[in-house]
């Protein structure tokens, strides 16, 4: 009894393996990447009767863009599905006296004053893909269905004026998008990767988050990735405005087990 279980457990462990194509190395992967981008923003932050003024975060605060690292980590659920996480995390700051007098969350910043201003994104997601539309070892196409949320925390702050202003505007924590994910493996050393997924709001908005690049695989344990993302984002509500779109290239690294 105790040889056919163990020859059992032997079968399953080598159908299992085998249904990963190669081995272990493929089920965990976990990847960082830093992403260079630029920032085309713009917002408007209502509070009480102060109606606010629409900010454009480059030519009105000097805001022009960053460097944004990202962790992702992937589980492999199946022979052509996985489990991804996701988090982004960005921090954009200004320095500019500013053309013209603008309100922000109530308070009133005057023409020619030196405004600082700082902004910090965390975006995070989880999201499934099941690639089902296979040539084996060549091409494979699914969808991607993720839940994102995004958080978006501006400050401004009068230098020298003692005004001092915070406001958070946390857009919604949780909002499902679906997509495609492709990959085109030409070699075995090499992956050409690209995905797309988001979702519109209707008169709120939409999200997409859209990227494409080529992986190079010098080792089963090693591979290493650069590319192109866009991140565009519109969402409003009542008089609250905000407009992000980030894009630029990247690169990235990660061990697989």
Do not use: C
Not at 79 to 85: A, H, Q, V
């Amino acid at each position: 009894m105790e040889v056919h279980v163990g020859r059992l457990l032997v079968m399953v462990v080598s159908l299992v393996l085998a249904g990963y194509g190669t081995a272990a190395a493929q089920i965990v992967d976990i990847e960082g990447r830093y992403w260079f981008t630029d920032l085309d923003a713009s917002a408007k932050v209502k509070s009480g009767s102060a109606p606010g003024t629409r900010l454009d975060l480059d030519s009105d605060l000097g805001i022009d863009g960053g460097n944004l690292p990202e962790v992702r980590l992937t589980i492999a659920t199946g022979l052509n599905s996985k489990i991804r996480f996701a988090y982004t995390h960005g921090d954009f700051e200004g320095d500019k006296t500013i053309e013209r007098s603008v309100q922000f969350a109530g308070t009133t910043f005057t023409a020619n004053a030196r405004v600082e201003s700082e902004m910090e994104l965390h975006y995070g997601r989880i999201g499934w893909a099941w690639q089902f539309i296979t040539v084996p070892g060549i091409f494979k196409i699914g969808p991607l269905l993720e839940l994102k949320g995004l958080v978006i925390d501006a400050s401004l702050r009068g230098r020298g004026a003692g005004t001092n202003v915070h406001d958070s505007a946390v857009l919604p924590m949780a909002f499902p998008t679906v997509g495609a994910m492709a990959n085109v493996t030409p070699v075995k050393w090499l992956d050409v990767f690209a995905e797309v997924s988001g979702v519109p709001f209707g008169d709120l908005g939409h999200i997409v988050d859209a990227e494409a690049g080529v992986r190079v695989i010098p080792l089963q344990f090693l591979s290493f990735s650069a590319g192109y993302r866009v991140l565009d984002v519109r969402l409003g509500k009542d008089d609250n405005f905000a407009r992000l779109n980030l894009a630029g290239p990247f690169l990235g690294a990660s061990l697989r087990f």
